[in-house]
Structure formats: C-alpha cells, structure tokens
Nanobody, 116 residues
Framework: EVQLVESGGGLVNPGGSLRLSCVASGFNVSENGVAWYRQTPGDERRMIAGISSVGDVVRYADSVKGRFSISRDNATNTVYLQMNNVNAEDTAVYYC?????????WGQGTQVTVSS
C-alpha cells in the first residue's frame, strides 16, 4: 500500500525556518519523483517544489525559489522541504505528492503558519 505521511509543520516567525518531512511507503523515493504542494483556503493546490527520480533534477515555483529546498534521503525513504526566510504568504497546508504506476497519491497535509 502506498502512503505518504507529512510532518514538521507548525507555527514559525517571519524570517524563520522550518523543515517538512514526507515519509513514503509502498514505493522507493529514489525511483520515483516526489513533489510538495501547498493550499490556502479558497485557492487551488499549487506545486511549489519537485524532485525527479532520475538525476535529482529539482524545480521550484517562483514564489519559493531561493528560499525553499527539496531533497531526499533514500535510506529513510523520505523527502524533505527546507523552508527558509518564510513570510506570511507561506502560510498554508503543505502536501506531499507522488504518482506511482500512474496513480496519484497525496499525504494528509501539514499546516504551516507564519506569524509573530
């Protein structure tokens, strides 16, 4: 059974940092691309970072480029999202996403709130 479980969300001050984790089961993150999305109330879910299965190619939405970093640890089958210099616009529910054998899978989401 494929599962994605996010953790690491919470309350963070503007300018602070947070690291989100996505632990995958049922497939290997080393062999499958994984992405992070986020969603705010009334808005659609938007991709903010992705890492490919081949060559570790990464891409970012313009809104987070230079501040966020996606990486993976094959030993623990985990994909991370390092969030630096956060601001109020980064407040959202963050979701891990993977498409395995053409089937899309989502994690349950983790809330990130940026506020002083």
């Amino acid at each position: 059974e494929v599962q994605l479980v996010e953790s690491g969300g919470g309350l963070v001050n503007p300018g602070g940092s947070l690291r989100l984790s996505c632990v995958a089961s049922g497939f290997n993150v080393s062999e499958n691309g994984v992405a992070w999305y986020r969603q705010t109330p009334g808005d659609e879910r938007r991709m903010i970072a992705g890492i490919s299965s081949v060559g570790d190619v990464v891409r970012y939405a313009d809104s987070v480029k230079g501040r966020f970093s996606i990486s993976r640890d094959n030993a623990t089958n985990t994909v991370y999202l390092q969030m630096n210099n956060v601001n109020a616009e980064d407040t959202a529910v963050y979701y891990c996403f993977a498409r395995y054998l053409i089937i899309p899978y989502w994690g349950q989401g983790t809330q990130v709130t940026v506020s002083s």
